[in-house]
């Protein structure tokens, strides 16, 4: 017989493609906002290299996601990390709530030398992907320390190298943190100088406005006007009316920012979807008090007269806020006695055996100031507010945490549960928005903004971070009692096209990387 002839009267066989992972069977949600579709998607050195409804591969690994959502892996816009990644690199925390990007740096808090950061980053190797922002009050006091006053010609150069350096060294842009010391010291043309520098490499500037209360409007026009001066897009983290005397003025707030992106200014906003905020229970000292170091605070608060006046502004803070005492303050770790976390600043002084009035417990802030302070949670927003905002389409979800350790102080549930909480209480519960919606909030959205470019979108191309849900199960478990509690319902969590979660369970793996900002050649 002919070798050609008997060529074709051989079986025919059907070559498949090989990859590491291939998920089947899901409903894709590809962060755009689309509709789901059924679909699988391959996944092959760290990258998705197809996705469609009818795919022929061979797969080291297959995932039967039927039932279940598959979506880009979410970007948590504002956390603090710093200092806090060798305490659990796995950051299970972010992981178990599908987060597999965090930027960091935010609030004006970062590490100055950013390139010698991120390199520590991926030395380190976490289970999830970092980028970073350069801090103007770490930058600041790297140059003036916590000096009260505007910097000289000199030191507005030094500052301007640095962010300069950090924006080069691979820095997403610069943020403030304008109610924390010393970016309570700093006037807007020195922040409009710096973010600049930031818009030169194409970064954006995200703020800790200088006031979310009383005084928003003016805080948010501020913003607005370091975007419109320094041409940079701005963020404004975590959106929010804080104090009982302010509940109802989201319909103003969220209208400037309407407004402002009608004029052209690159504004966009995050939020946590919690009534509660989380910070230093320094906050609540008048800022000129807490200028210079721990030792300077110390000496002022021991004089009478510096007493009397920070006891006088607390309970001025608390008389806004129509209160009668500081039970709305709650300690969520402090050093000194541990005892104190979980309880109010109310309770801590009826422990100490204090009178049950508000003049007792503004002496007990200052006593737990004496000792360094402490951090705390704050119940002062209303649901109406976090609803409204919500509802605004370019408002990412955050969690403004850190990596947290089970069992470590009493922190706000945030850390654990944000994405979670989205999408049981807001998506599926009260249907404050669709979950398509929700998905483009903790994907495509921030990777736009953010400018990770390969990030966000299930897409041939781009990094597999990949997470695949149920959307009916899916469920934030830490509250505020309880806090330490991760949420349920991520059955399958891929970073950088690395199984990381596998069937609900953290199997090791760490391959998350240092992302680079923009300014990076």
């Not at 699988?40 to 795919?55: P, Y």
């Not at 110390?298 to 006046?309: D, G």
């Not at 002496?363 to 507010?385: C, L, Q, R, Y």
Request: glycine share 8%; with cysteine; net charge neutral.
């Amino acid at each position: 017989m002919k070798p050609l002839l008997l060529f074709l009267l051989l079986p025919i066989c059907t070559w498949s493609q090989q990859c590491d992972i291939l998920i089947s069977n899901g409903k894709i949600m590809d962060g755009t906002g689309n509709n789901w579709y059924y679909g699988s998607i391959a996944v092959k050195d760290g990258k998705i290299i197809a996705i469609g409804r009818a795919l022929s591969f061979t797969a080291t690994r297959t995932i039967d996601a039927k039932g279940l959502i598959v979506a880009p892996g979410f970007i948590d816009v504002h956390t603090h990390l710093e200092d806090d990644e060798v305490k659990d690199p796995e950051a299970k925390n972010f992981i178990f709530d599908g987060v597999t990007t965090c930027i960091t740096g935010n609030c004006g808090s970062s590490h100055v030398d950013i390139g010698k950061y991120l390199h520590w980053v991926d030395s380190l190797k976490t289970s999830i992907n970092i980028a970073t922002l350069v801090g103007h009050n770490d930058i600041r006091k790297a140059v003036m320390g916590r000096a009260n006053r505007d910097a000289t010609a000199e030191e507005m150069q030094r500052m301007e190298q640095l962010v300069d350096k950090a924006m080069r060294d691979g820095a997403a842009g610069l943020s403030t943190g304008l109610i924390y010391i010393p970016g309570t010291y700093t006037k807007t043309p020195e922040i409009i100088s710096l973010a600049r520098v930031a818009a030169k490499y194409n970064g954006i500037y995200a703020s800790h406005m200088r006031d979310e209360g009383d005084s928003v409007t003016e805080a948010i026009e501020e913003a607005l006007t370091i975007g419109r001066e320094a041409k940079i897009p701005v963020e404004i983290s975590h959106f929010k009316l804080s104090g009982q005397q302010n509940w109802g003025r989201s319909k103003t707030t969220v209208a400037m920012i309407e407004a402002a992106r009608k004029e052209g200014i690159e504004v966009t906003i995050d939020q946590y979807p919690y009534t509660a905020s989380s910070t230093s229970i320094s906050t609540l000292i008048p800022e000129e008090i807490l200028a210079d170091g721990q030792d300077s605070i110390k000496a002022r608060l021991q004089r009478p007269e510096i007493k009397k006046y920070v006891v006088k502004s607390i309970l001025a803070r608390l008389k806004k806020r129509k209160l009668k005492h500081l039970g709305y303050a709650v300690i969520a770790y402090y050093a000194p006695d541990t005892s104190y976390n979980g309880k109010s600043i109310e309770q801590i002084n009826q422990v100490m055996g204090r009178k049950h009035k508000a003049k007792y417990e503004a002496e007990t802030v200052i006593d737990i100031m004496m000792k360094g302070g402490a951090s705390a949670v704050f119940h002062g927003m209303g649901e109406e507010d976090v609803q409204r905002i919500m509802k605004y389409p370019f408002n990412m979800f955050a969690s403004d945490a850190s990596i947290r350790v089970l069992n470590a102080g009493m922190p706000h549930p945030r850390g654990y549960g944000t994405n979670a909480r989205v999408l049981s209480r807001y998506v599926r519960e009260e249907k404050v928005i669709s979950l398509e919606e929700a998905v483009r909030r903790m994907t495509s959205l921030p990777a736009q903004k953010f400018q990770l470019k390969d990030r966000g979108l299930l897409k041939e191309g781009y990094a597999a971070d990949i997470v695949i849900f149920d959307e009916n199960g899916v469920q934030d478990l830490s509250t505020f009692d309880k806090p330490h509690a991760y949420s349920a319902g991520f059955h399958f969590v891929i970073v950088n096209g690395v199984l990381t979660v596998d069937n609900e369970k953290h199997n090791g793996a760490r391959a998350g990387k240092a992302l680079y900002g923009p300014g990076v050649q």
